[in-house]
């Protein structure tokens, strides 16, 4: 039963369409948050190097 309504669905041109909307959103959504996630760990890394500048120059 499961096969045959998934079966009738696929056939249905807006569900379809619908459905590849829903996917690529997704994908643009996953996407965004993982350069999100890439760029705050850049911006971490990249504080710590001046953090450790500060204190060199400090110590000087």
């Known amino acids: ?3 045959s309504a ?3 669905q696929s056939e249905d041109k807006y569900i379809r369409q619908a459905y590849q ?3 690529d959103e997704l ?3 996953n996407k965004a948050c993982a350069e999100l996630e890439q760029a705050k ?3 971490v ?3 710590a190097i001046i ?3 500060q204190a060199r120059l400090a110590s000087k």
Request: glycine share 0%; hydrophobic share 45%.
């Open 1 to 3: 039963m499961a096969v």
């Open 41 to 43: 760990q850049a911006l």
């Open 51 to 53: 953090a450790e500048l």
């Open 6 to 8: 998934l079966s009738r």
């Open 21 to 23: 909307r829903r996917q």
């Open 27 to 29: 994908y643009f959504h």
């Open 45 to 47: 890394e990249k504080d």
